[in-house]
């Protein structure tokens, strides 16, 4: 299997390149030179496997023997669960029809945590091997730099910048990542929205030799590594719900930048049969191009309850567009190279077509609040408000689209199962249960510690260079590390 990128300008890498890889030079995102299948026989034979052996089984659908072996391989999976508060890694809270994915239950609290501690471990098992230093540079909406930083943190041949959007995000998600005081952990609280430093950081990404000479890559979901990963929670969580297998499943997941739904839509892809629903917030840019082919940048990010998803440049679109558009790079330069020269894009009708089977809704935070009291009501449950975002689809409560509506229906008319992915733990952001009226909530020792803790961080104030800022500390870290 090779890499190269959604726009046809970079090919054809390793996957131990794609790894250490950020955006292609050409703006684009790597993806594999072809989609491997998953038959039914093979659904069938995996419906008992364990979470960490459906991630064995994804994995080596992408990456040779000879790269990676099988043993070693393994090995890995082990090491990057070993941190997770239960054995099945990721448990299914069920209440009737209503199934609840709780994919947060790694060291960050986040879902981020399936597919980062996987990274971590294999970032470390090839500069391990390779003796080699890197840099890497990670933009955050809000729960991918704890998640990033707890992957790599102490770990040698190894520096992280985490840069995320200074009181933007809930004060427990930013303790996550300034109270980690690891030497090779650096992070910078910029004065904006991660959409305005994600620029910055394609910016980096496009020097040629910045990249080459300072070994820059990154593990956001940019990173195809993050993607792959990921596609093994869809299939578990089919396996674990489809009745019979073979059936199709409807996943709900709450989207901001797409690297979930792009994992999904690959899944769906290799040949499982499932369906998707995006929940956006207020920046509903996902919404909004699916439901009426507006692909433009609205005019300002609102600051929602939601905040993980406060994004309007989903960079991981561009992975969706490529696989709906039969992998074709034409499509995506011109799509994706229209978008990020005027903020607004065009998507052919044939190919908007076939996107429009992503069903979409939108929860602002008055829906959000309102969901949290229901499910718990009804529950006893209480989900984070990404979670909640999500919920809304079920409960009927978003301000458009809902099970009831839109959910997939076999020939005799009855709704398949319906799992909602659950993104974060609660415990990031009590905050919002007082605004919904949920009082039987204590707060983990773990969260409440943070708040004792040492901080450490740079600002990165709005008028400052930051792409200066970054290519200084990022020069200043590869000197020390050849000492």
């Known amino acids: 299997m090779r890499y190269l990128s959604t726009r046809g300008g970079v090919g054809y890498k390793t996957f131990e390149e794609a790894l250490f890889s950020g955006y292609a030079n050409d703006g684009g995102l790597l993806v594999p030179e072809h989609i491997p299948q998953i038959s039914l026989d093979d659904l069938k034979k995996w419906k008992n496997l364990s979470y960490p052996c459906i991630v064995e089984k994804?994995?080596?659908?992408?990456?040779?023997?000879?790269?990676?072996?099988?043993?070693?391989?393994?090995?890995?999976?082990?090491?990057?669960?070993?941190?997770?508060?239960?054995d099945k890694v990721i448990e299914i809270a069920s209440f009737g029809d209503l199934n609840i994915a709780e994919l947060w239950h790694g060291p960050s609290l986040a879902f981020k945590?399936?597919?980062?501690?996987?990274?971590?471990?294999?970032?470390?098992?090839f500069l391990s091997k390779r003796k080699k230093h890197v840099n890497i540079v990670v933009g955050t909406s809000g729960d991918t730099g704890?998640?990033?930083?707890?992957?790599?943190?102490?770990?040698?041949?190894i520096d992280i910048i985490v840069i995320l959007p200074h009181k933007r995000i809930s004060k427990i998600q930013e303790l996550m990542m300034t109270t980690a005081l690891d030497g090779n952990v650096h992070v910078y609280a910029a004065d904006g929205f991660s959409d305005e430093f994600e620029i910055t950081i394609k910016s980096l990404f496009a020097d040629e030799e910045f990249v080459r000479t300072q070994n820059l890559c990154s593990i956001n979901s940019i990173n195809w590594a993050r993607v792959m990963v990921q596609i093994a929670h869809h299939v578990y969580l089919y396996l674990r719900t489809a009745n019979p297998i073979g059936s199709p499943v409807d996943i709900v997941i709450p989207t901001g930048g797409c690297g979930n739904i792009a994992s999904g839509v690959f899944a769906e892809a290799m040949g499982v049969p499932v369906k998707f629903v995006c929940v956006t917030n207020e920046n509903d840019i996902i919404h909004r191009i699916i439901s009426s082919n507006d692909f433009t940048v609205a005019q300002e990010v609102k600051q929602t309850l939601a905040c993980s998803m406060d994004i309007q440049i989903p960079s991981n679109f561009e992975r969706v567009l490529w696989v709906y558009s039969g992998s074709d790079p034409e499509s995506c330069k011109q799509i994706m190279g229209q978008f990020d020269k005027s903020g607004r894009a065009v998507i052919p009708e044939d190919l908007h077509k076939?996107?429009?089977?992503?069903?979409?809704?939108?929860?602002?935070?008055?829906?959000?609040?309102s969901t949290q009291k229901i499910c718990y009501d009804a529950n006893k449950y209480i989900a984070c408000p990404h979670t909640s975002a999500a919920l809304t689809y079920y409960y009927e409560t978003s301000l458009n689209g809902s099970r009831k509506s839109s959910g997939t229906r076999l020939d005799?008319?009855?709704?398949?199962?319906?799992?909602?992915?659950?993104?974060?733990s609660i415990d990031k952001f009590p905050d919002t249960l007082g605004k919904s009226g949920i009082r039987n909530y204590k707060t983990p020792r773990k969260i409440a510690e943070l708040f004792q803790k040492v901080s450490r961080f740079c600002i990165m104030n709005k008028d400052e260079d930051?792409?200066?800022t970054l290519r200084n500390k990022i020069d200043l870290l590869s000197r020390r590390a050849a000492y």
């Not at 659908?61 to 239960?86: M, N």
């Not at 704890?146 to 041949?157: C, L, N, Q, T």
């Not at 996107?355 to 959000?368: K, M, N, Y």
Request: glycine share 6%; proline share 2%; net charge negative.
């Open 412 to 424: 005799s008319g009855e709704l398949v199962p319906v799992v909602i992915c659950g993104t974060a």
């Open 58 to 86: 994804i994995v080596s659908c992408f990456v040779t023997e000879e790269e990676l072996p099988h043993k070693t391989l393994q090995k890995l999976i082990f090491s990057a669960f070993s941190r997770f508060d239960t």
């Open 113 to 125: 945590d399936l597919a980062m501690s996987v990274v971590g471990e294999l970032y470390s098992y």
């Open 146 to 157: 704890s998640s990033a930083i707890e992957a790599v943190r102490g770990k040698d041949w």
């Open 466 to 468: 930051w792409e200066n």
């Open 354 to 369: 076939k996107l429009s089977g992503i069903r979409t809704a939108v929860a602002t935070d008055r829906e959000v609040l």
